[in-house]
């Protein structure tokens, strides 16, 4: 019986075809270089504490920030007598607080900033094993993908943030509360966010991707649209803030995407059936 697999094994080695351990070595390159990359930027992000945390992170919490000066001349449009606050106090509660968190967030930076190059060696990596026609369909995969993730940062930063800052912040349910933000619950609270909306708006590269398997098809996406949207909607209260504002401000951009997703199932289809004609 060992001989028997021992056999089976060469024959598959004589074939050309990579055994489980030699695909793990030709992991190893890709994973050593993203590492490498992580923590460089990790450490880049560790330095640059004032621009990161200070002039980003705590960017919305400044009245000049373009969103809260939106949100200014709105309410003088419409006279609502919404006029500039004072931000809320930060505090810090741990001995350790700022230093873990800190370091947290050097983390997140360079997860963030490394995603395109660790998306590139993950590509360098399949791109081999790919045919032709793979080659062809997925060349731009790195830079699509790469969009969307960073499309849905800028919107979580300059949209939802800043709503649901100044939302939470404001919320009161009494004179004699005052608030008193912890500085881990306001940076982890836009960061989530943020990262959140980058991952949602990778739905139409998903949708791409499972159409192209045959998992997912146009006519099933637009059957339980229904469905879909009151998991949309879930979803959005989820990453928001508990107010109908902002959640209605995350459902509509999550909509579009849905009908986007179910457009490009649709070419993808089409395509198919073309090349499946042509054969």
């Known amino acids: 019986m060992p001989r028997n697999n021992l056999s089976d094994q060469r024959s598959v080695n004589s074939s050309g075809e990579m055994t489980f351990f030699e695909h793990l070595d030709a992991l190893r390159p890709h994973l050593l270089r993203s590492a490498g990359v992580f923590v460089v930027l990790m450490i880049l992000a ?69 995603t395109p190059y660790i998306l590139w060696e993950l590509w360098r990596f399949v791109k081999p094993a790919l045919t032709p026609s793979e080659l062809q369909s997925c060349r731009m995969f790195v830079t699509w993908t790469s969009c969307s993730f960073f499309t849905g940062i800028a919107f979580g930063y300059l949209i939802i943030s800043p709503f649901s800052i100044r939302f939470l912040a404001q919320y009161n349910i009494s004179e004699r509360v005052t608030n008193m933000i912890d500085v881990n619950s306001y940076l982890s609270t836009v960061a989530d966010v943020t990262l959140a909306c980058a991952v949602v708006f990778e739905l139409p590269l998903l949708v791409y991707f499972l159409t192209r398997a045959g998992i997912l098809s146009a006519a099933f996406m637009q059957r339980y649209r229904r469905h879909a949207i009151l998991i949309l909607a879930i979803a959005a209260a989820i990453i928001t803030p508990p107010d109908v504002f902002s959640m209605i401000l995350v459902l509509l951009p999550l909509l579009g995407l849905y009908q986007l997703s179910i457009a490009i199932a649709r070419r993808v289809e089409s395509k198919r059936l073309v090349n499946a004609g042509k054969e």
């Open 46 to 114: 560790f330095i640059s504490k004032k621009l990161i945390i200070n002039d980003i992170l705590f960017g919305p919490l400044n009245e000049g920030f373009p969103t809260n000066r939106l949100l200014v001349w709105l309410s003088s449009v419409v006279n609502s007598g919404e006029t500039n606050r004072c931000p809320p106090e930060i505090v810090n509660t741990t001995l350790a607080g700022q230093f873990n968190l800190h370091l947290k967030i050097s983390m997140m930076t360079a997860l963030v900033l490394s």
